[in-house]
């Protein structure tokens, strides 16, 4: 394997997608989830998850096409179908382990649900994400000016 592949949790996986998603649901309800739907693909395969956290709704996508760019990058593919497949237990894996990563975190109090889920935050049509980059300039601006390095160029 290149030395990318390890850089990527999970690359090997085999755990199947129903597992891994059905993982996320049982993490997310330990964790106080009140609802949880999924969203699902014109073929049938699951694109997204949608839940509620103390009142707000959040959607944690799944973008499987972005993975299989990601770990079939520079590689001869003979079967794309098989590579589509992997990215997708990639994908959902990854998911499984940040999502149990980011409520571990709120949970001892590192951070709020905010903090970690607030670009996932779902109005029922887009996430905050989403709507941010639908802006002119996107998140651009929205913390105010860049805090300024006293740090010269080529230098670290």
Same mark, same amino acid.
């Given at each position: ?6 850089? $990527? ?17 049982? @993490? ?48 001869? $593919? ?20 940040? @999502?149990?990563?980011?409520?571990? $975190? ?51």
């Amino acid at each position: 394997m290149k030395a990318m592949a390890f850089k $990527i949790k999970n690359y090997t996986t085999s755990v199947p997608v129903a597992q891994s998603i059905s993982e996320i649901e049982q @993490i997310l309800v330990t964790f106080g989830a009140t609802q949880i739907m999924k969203e699902y693909r014109g073929d049938g395969r699951v694109e997204s998850l949608v839940f509620m956290f103390k009142g707000t709704g959040y959607k944690l996508p799944a973008n499987v096409e972005r993975v299989c760019a990601v770990v079939t990058k520079g590689k001869n $593919i003979h079967s794309k179908a098989t590579w589509e497949k992997q990215a997708e237990r990639i994908a959902w894996r990854v998911i499984k382990d940040w @999502i149990h990563s980011q409520l571990s $975190i709120v949970e001892i109090d590192q951070a709020e649900w905010q903090q970690v889920l607030l670009p996932y935050a779902f109005n029922g049509e887009k996430t905050l994400y989403e709507v941010l980059q639908e802006r002119k300039n996107g998140i651009a601006g929205l913390l105010g000016e860049p805090i300024k390095q006293n740090v010269k160029e080529g230098e670290s």
